[in-house]
Nanobody, 124 residues
Framework: VQLQASGGGLVQAGGSLRLSCAAPGDIDSAIIMGWYRQAPRNVRELVAGISSDGRTNYAEFAKGRFTISRDNAKNTVYLQMNRLKPDDTANYYC???????????????????WGQGTLVTVSS
């Protein structure tokens, strides 16, 4: 299932954004929904993931600043990003899978169904 992220934009450092991502249909309860990001010349890295029963995991850079949430009834996952930094500038992608690795390499990229992503730009 290809998920489309929205909510990105341009924000000043210290600001906030809320990203949203809705699946076109029901998501199996075994599926984890999550957010990845990729900056130019960087790898695609996991930001946060959430299971259907609400268990979460975060990348170190996201802890304390970002919050992932999920509305199972709406098949939607959100990413609230606070205290944004210029280093957070990237394309953000949402994905649904039984396993979300910390890093997605070029060889594993096609194992997942990626939407277009949403661009987050944080100015200093």
């Amino acid at each position: 299932v290809q998920l489309q992220a929205s909510g990105g934009g341009l924000v000043q450092a210290g600001g906030s954004l809320r990203l949203s991502c809705a699946a076109p249909g029901d998501i199996d309860s075994a599926i984890i929904m999550g957010w990845y990001r990729q900056a130019p010349r960087n790898v695609r890295e996991l930001v946060a993931g959430i299971s259907s029963d609400g268990r979460t995991n975060y990348a170190e850079f996201a802890k304390g600043r970002f919050t992932i949430s999920r509305d199972n009834a709406k098949n939607t996952v959100y990413l609230q990003m606070n205290r944004l930094k210029p280093d957070d500038t990237a394309n953000y992608y949402c994905v649904a899978s039984k396993y979300l690795p910390p890093i997605v390499t070029p060889t594993t990229l096609d194992l997942f169904s990626w939407g277009q992503g949403t661009l987050v730009t944080v100015s200093s």
